[in-house]
């Protein structure tokens, strides 16, 4: 069975600093990892994923993530906050031969003026 | 393309009475799915279909929750009688051929409040 573990249920940044929401993935057979994003009272969206191939994933609104077998982590990160990332934001996984994709708790973004 | 359409967007209901809350997928995508988030528990598969079928319904919680998808281009999810535990945001999503791979296209939800 494949899970994610979210570390940090609360992210707390200033605007125009590094953003980093951590990921780690348990996975029986190489999966494929996913980063959502919800805004209040929306569905949620995705921003990257990754398949195969290269393992540094860009994603939508600057962001972008990086998958290390070694590590069993596909952290996300963007390099300068914006006001408009304020979101919770999940880690899903599924392996190539499911059809279910398992999310995260997720970790709620705010930016600080 | 308009997304996935889901309605209501919010529902109020008093215990005990019948609620249906319904989706429209993404045409062309034929699998769909069906997820609850709570606070508590998080995002949460109730009940998924490919081509209209349903595959695995083992998330559903107690037989009051039904769901059924008629054509390719709609499906509800019925909740029969409601309690105040049923109370969560309900999401439908769908997908390509390969959801493991595509991802999911979620809905706006719904949010379900029973009192």
């Known amino acids: 069975a494949q899970s994610v573990t979210q570390l940090g249920s609360h992210v707390s940044v200033s605007e125009g600093a590094l953003v980093l929401l951590r990921c780690n993935y348990s996975?029986?057979?190489?999966?494929?990892l996913f980063w959502y994003v919800q805004y209040p009272n929306q569905g949620l969206q995705l921003l990257l994923k990754?398949?195969?191939?290269?393992?540094l994933v860009k994603g939508i609104n600057g962001f972008e993530a990086e998958f290390k077998k070694s590590e069993t982590s596909f952290h996300l990160t963007k390099p300068s906050a914006h006001m408009s990332d304020a979101a919770e934001y999940f880690c899903?996984?599924?392996?190539?031969?499911?059809?279910?994709?398992?999310f995260g708790a997720g970790t709620t973004v705010t930016v600080r003026a | 393309d308009a997304g996935v359409i889901q309605s209501p967007r919010h529902e109020v209901t008093e215990m005990g009475q019948e609620v249906t809350l319904r989706c429209k997928p993404i045409?062309?995508?034929?699998?769909l799915f069906w997820y609850r988030q709570t606070m508590m528990r998080g995002l949460e598969l109730l009940i998924y279909?490919?081509?209209?079928?349903?595959?695995?319904d083992s998330g559903m919680p107690e037989d009051r929750f039904s769901a059924k998808m008629p054509n390719a281009s709609f499906s509800t999810l019925k909740i029969q009688p409601s309690e105040p535990r049923d109370s969560a945001v309900y999401f439908c999503?769908?997908?390509?051929?390969?959801?493991?791979?595509?991802?999911?296209?979620f809905g706006s939800g719904t949010r379900l409040t029973v009192v």
């Open positions: 999503a769908s997908s390509f051929s390969e959801p493991s791979y595509y991802g999911y296209t």
């Open positions: 996975s029986s057979v190489p999966p494929y």
């Open positions: 990754y398949t195969t191939g290269a393992t």
């Open positions: 899903a996984v599924s392996a190539r031969n499911d059809y279910k994709l398992s």
């Open positions: 045409s062309g995508h034929d699998y």
């Open positions: 279909f490919n081509n209209n079928v349903p595959i695995d």
